[in-house]
């Protein structure tokens, strides 16, 4: 999933410390997961923004929406009838949520209510970690099922590199090294032989390096 | 026991100090309280394992967030007490009091009587 962290209040009440009729849009997917835009979310914000304009004296009305998605047009069009009411519109789903909201809503200014962090999954309650940069040509089928892209610090295909010590990377004692885990998972599966076949050159152009990119699937498409 | 707490405190109830929310923290401010305060069972009595240690952390929430929009923090504690100690619970009703008394009355319930 894609997870998030919630951006500091101050930063939000920056964004719309003028306008007089904001919407807090939540989003029910992988920032609910998180924990940092969904409903409960929503009304933590929403609570707090009115709380600080009625203690700064301002009249704003503030309202609370939850949509099952802001990734796509039809549940984004939920909205349609309402959204030209409010001044502002504070998105706490990721930045595709925030963006795609934009572009339909072209009238009404759109900020970010959280910060957009990675791909990664739920290790336990509280901790999220990185698992995919989403290079768009997955290697996992020779690495044993880790990935050296998003859990190399280097990013490095045949490692690991001189900084491995212990089983842990020298950007810190307490990051595991991929290639450690690549190792041991190989050797699980008594497919060390893998091991030592050399990955040849990524193509990198399916990386966000080959620009904006897109998946086209006309068999899909109606 | 018979024991006098002041009558400024309205107690709800729940199941477990697990189930107060953050949310439930910010509405009661929101509405006007002066003043919350969340009474949980003994640290490592739950009976439920972890509900009060959730609720600490959300109380803990909660008073960064009453700081940040200027109520002050302060207005909102966790206390701990088994449910035989009585008299420790009438203590820590006057000590909540007293600490309401002393910063006053919420600010957000002045304002929103004056715009009334």
Known sequence: MIVADKKPVEEIIEFVKDDKKILILGCNECVTVCEAGGKKEVGVLASTLRMYFLNQGKDVKIDEITLERQCDHEYLEEIRDV???????VSIACGVGVQFMAEKYHSIPVYPGVNTCFLGATEKRGLWTER??????????????ICP??????????GPCGG?????CEIDSNLD???QLIVD?????D????????????????DRAGGPRKVVREDVQI | MRLNYPTSIKIIRVPCTGKVDVIHMLRAFEKGADGVCVIGCMEGDCHYKAGNFRARKRVEQVQKILNTVGIGGDRVKMFNLSS????????????????????????IKLKKNKAA
């Open chain 1, 83 to 89: 959204a030209d009411e409010y001044d502002a519109i």
């Open chain 1, 132 to 145: 995919c940069q989403a290079c768009g040509n997955c290697l996992l089928a020779i690495t044993g099922g």
């Open chain 1, 149 to 158: 892209v998003s859990r190399c610090a280097k990013r490095i295909l045949n």
């Open chain 1, 164 to 168: 491995s010590s212990k089983g842990k």
């Open chain 1, 177 to 179: 090294c991929a290639w």
């Open chain 1, 185 to 189: 998972r190989l050797k699980a599966l």
């Open chain 1, 191 to 206: 497919r060390l032989d893998d091991y030592e076949k050399i990955c040849p050159i990524k193509d990198w152009s399916t």
């Open chain 2, 84 to 107: 035989g100690e009585g008299p420790l619970f009438a203590k820590y009703a006057k000590e909540i009091h007293e600490k309401i008394m002393e910063l006053g009355p919420n600010p």
